[in-house]
């Protein structure tokens, strides 16, 4: 673990606590991270898509694990502020191996990690929910074998994947919401949700900051926050 690692760790989960909606700038290399840390971002999240792009790769968990804990770790290095590190679906197929690319990623300084519900791979559907509660388990407990703080973002894809209607899509993600949480995330995201009816409906059933991404007809930082949206991503 980095030296300084639990004080950025107190203070990136700090953030998703202010009365304004955090913006968590997406980066994808040192250069990138500098940029964004002079523009006054309190945050950063390492963008998968951006850092496999960067190196040739394609998204979707197609760079090697090696490449991409190091990429963190670099830009870890070249910054002051936390850094979130993007894990997909956690490069591995199953939970204990989820937990150890995770740590990894801790180990390489990031103080929160993003894992997603969607298999690699583009299968169009979710990973089985008590898969996936196991799975943040273990990455919480990899995590306290070491000491380390970690703020566990819990992505789940109805609508990022477009699966079933409206309505089932909101139960399907408040209740896969409440069963990460219940596991150990600290904080749900919800990419593709942006109508803000629907948003309003999320936000008042999970208990805990709710996250979405910035695509067009997002709403803006005013509305997310009587939406009680309490951190927005750019993604790739």
């Known amino acids: 673990m980095k030296s300084g690692h639990n004080e950025r760790a107190r203070r990136f989960n700090e953030l998703h606590r202010t009365t304004d909606p955090f913006v968590i700038g997406s980066v994808w290399d040192p250069a990138s991270a500098v940029v964004f840390e002079r523009a006054g971002f309190a945050a950063l999240g390492t963008s998968s898509a951006g850092v496999a792009y960067s190196q040739g790769f394609p998204d979707g968990?197609?760079?090697?694990?090696?490449?991409?804990?190091e990429a963190i770790g670099r830009i870890v290095d070249s910054v002051r502020i936390p850094?979130?590190?993007?894990?997909?679906?956690?490069?591995g197929t199953t939970p204990?191996?989820?937990?150890?690319?995770?740590?990894?990623?801790?180990?390489?300084?990031?103080?929160?990690?993003?894992?997603?519900?969607?298999?690699a791979g583009g299968s169009g559907s979710l990973v089985d929910v008590d898969y996936q509660c196991e799975a943040i388990r273990r990455i919480r407990q990899a995590a306290q074998s070491i000491g380390a703080g970690l703020f566990i973002n819990a992505r789940t894809d109805a609508f990022w994947l477009g699966l079933w209607d409206e309505p089932e899509r909101i139960a399907q993600s408040i209740a896969r919401a409440r069963a990460y949480l219940e596991a150990g995330a600290d904080g749900i995201f919800i990419p593709g949700?942006?109508?803000?009816?629907?948003?309003?409906?999320?936000?008042?059933?999970?208990?805990?900051?709710?996250?979405?991404?910035?695509?067009?007809?997002?709403?803006d930082i005013g509305h997310l926050r009587k939406l009680g949206v309490w951190r927005l991503s750019q993604g790739s």
Request: aromatic letters at 2%; charged letters at 15%; glycine letters at 6%.
């Open 61 to 69: 968990q197609v760079i090697p694990l090696d490449a991409m804990i």
């Open 83 to 91: 850094v979130s590190a993007d894990m997909e679906a956690g490069f």
């Open 96 to 119: 204990e191996a989820i937990a150890a690319a995770c740590l990894r990623a801790i180990e390489a300084g990031a103080v929160g990690v993003n894992i997603e519900d969607a298999p």
């Open 193 to 219: 949700a942006l109508d803000p009816i629907t948003v309003r409906a999320l936000t008042s059933a999970i208990n805990a900051p709710v996250n979405i991404l910035a695509m067009p007809g997002c709403p």
